[in-house]
């Protein structure tokens, strides 16, 4: 495989399915063509496996999805200190998948949602990919371009030899983690299936362990837990060396047990890793089979700066301000 695939640019039209699940009115979406593999937000109707995934697990059934969608439009309706794209029935499925439409749980999700962002509001306010490119750049958060054996899209993180904590601050890849997360939340597929993370800590320094704080950890996990429309099935630590657990103290007294339970310390051990992500949808650095291009930050980057304008959209919507 070359070492520097030829990448461009391959815009896709924007047709009615595809723009009920959006907030602006981005007439284009980008996609990257990488080799004979293009990358591209997924916003298509999930395929028809994934429907029976959602109506098995997240009761999404005809006769649940109409009367939770009018519910949790009423429930919103009457809250008057938000405001939220209500008309769109996409926008609320958002919230309802992960609450198995349930509306008074999507409900209560919601607020959790934008009360986080209220109170992080110096982490949240103007967040657009144009303004965190070094994140990005610094290449050392990106998704992968397939999906695993099980749907979930694969998110990694490689916070040790790849990270030089002097150029890119821990704030900036929570920013980054905000906008990838944000990104997924638009996919059907990934709404329904969820997403898993893959923290790649090999080399992690005393340095770079110092970097952490009990405020920064007890952020993250509230995000994780109780803020965001996301499945997070996994957290998979790999590579960490001894010296991680200082890190994972700092994490500890805010887990609740469903988190807790899918955080998984895996070491260098591959085949524990292959448990959990088929190697079919792994690259070989972590002992997969896989032979789509690795996406790199700045490539993934290229593909957001253009969606400015629907994260401008996302972070309008929230607590009224007072």
């Given at each position: 495989?070359?070492a520097?695939?030829?990448?461009?640019?391959?815009?896709?039209?924007?047709?009615?399915?595809?723009?009920?699940?959006?907030l602006s009115?981005?007439?284009?979406l980008?996609?990257?063509q990488?080799?004979?593999?293009?990358?591209?937000?997924?916003?298509?109707?999930?395929?028809?496996?994934v429907?029976?995934?959602?109506?098995?697990?997240?009761?999404?059934?005809?006769?649940?999805?109409k009367?939770?969608?009018d519910?949790?439009?009423?429930l919103?309706r009457?809250?008057?200190?938000?405001y939220?794209?209500?008309?769109?029935?996409?926008?609320?499925?958002r919230f309802?998948?992960?609450?198995k439409?349930?509306?008074?749980?999507?409900y209560?999700?919601?607020?959790?949602y934008?009360?986080?962002?209220?109170?992080?509001?110096k982490?949240?306010?103007?967040?657009?990919?144009?303004?965190?490119?070094n994140?990005f750049n610094?290449n050392?958060l990106?998704?992968?371009?397939?999906?695993?054996?099980?749907?979930?899209?694969?998110?990694v993180?490689e916070?040790?030899?790849?990270w030089?904590?002097?150029?890119c601050?821990?704030?900036?890849?929570?920013?980054?983690?905000v906008?990838?997360?944000?990104?997924?939340?638009?996919?059907?597929?990934?709404?329904i299936?969820g997403?898993?993370?893959?923290?790649?800590?090999?080399?992690?320094?005393?340095?770079q362990?110092?970097?952490?704080?009990?405020?920064f950890?007890?952020?993250?996990?509230?995000?994780?837990?109780?803020?965001?429309?996301?499945?997070?099935k996994?957290?998979?630590?790999?590579?960490?060396?001894?010296?991680?657990?200082m890190?994972?103290?700092?994490?500890k007294?805010?887990l609740?047990e469903?988190?807790r339970s899918?955080i998984i310390?895996?070491?260098?051990?591959?085949?524990?890793?292959?448990?959990?992500?088929?190697?079919?949808?792994?690259?070989?650095?972590?002992?997969?089979t896989?032979?789509i291009?690795?996406?790199?930050?700045?490539?993934?980057?290229?593909?957001l700066l253009?969606c400015?304008?629907?994260?401008?959209?996302?972070?309008?919507?929230?607590?009224?301000?007072?």
């Amino acid at each position: 495989m070359p070492a520097q695939m030829e990448t461009r640019i391959v815009p896709r039209q924007v047709t009615p399915e595809i723009s009920q699940h959006m907030l602006s009115d981005i007439d284009k979406l980008p996609g990257v063509q990488l080799g004979d593999f293009l990358l591209q937000f997924e916003l298509d109707e999930p395929r028809e496996s994934v429907q029976e995934i959602a109506r098995k697990e997240l009761r999404e059934t005809p006769e649940n999805v109409k009367p939770a969608v009018d519910e949790l439009r009423r429930l919103l309706r009457e809250d008057k200190d938000l405001y939220v794209p209500l008309e769109s029935d996409a926008w609320l499925i958002r919230f309802l998948r992960p609450c198995k439409f349930y509306p008074e749980s999507a409900y209560d999700l919601i607020k959790r949602y934008y009360a986080f962002k209220l109170k992080h509001h110096k982490h949240y306010d103007g967040l657009v990919p144009s303004k965190e490119t070094n994140i990005f750049n610094q290449n050392i958060l990106t998704v992968l371009p397939n999906r695993d054996h099980l749907g979930r899209r694969i998110l990694v993180l490689e916070l040790g030899k790849h990270w030089n904590h002097n150029k890119c601050s821990l704030d900036e890849v929570f920013k980054g983690c905000v906008l990838f997360l944000e990104a997924a939340m638009l996919e059907p597929e990934t709404q329904i299936c969820g997403a898993v993370v893959i923290f790649d800590m090999e080399g992690l320094s005393m340095q770079q362990v110092w970097q952490f704080t009990p405020p920064f950890a007890k952020r993250i996990v509230d995000w994780l837990q109780d803020s965001i429309p996301v499945r997070v099935k996994g957290l998979y630590i790999i590579n960490q060396p001894y010296i991680f657990n200082m890190v994972f103290q700092l994490f500890k007294p805010f887990l609740k047990e469903k988190l807790r339970s899918r955080i998984i310390f895996l070491g260098s051990d591959r085949e524990a890793l292959h448990k959990h992500i088929s190697p079919k949808c792994l690259p070989e650095c972590y002992g997969g089979t896989v032979n789509i291009p690795r996406v790199t930050g700045p490539q993934w980057l290229e593909l957001l700066l253009m969606c400015d304008q629907e994260f401008s959209a996302i972070n309008s919507y929230g607590y009224k301000k007072k």
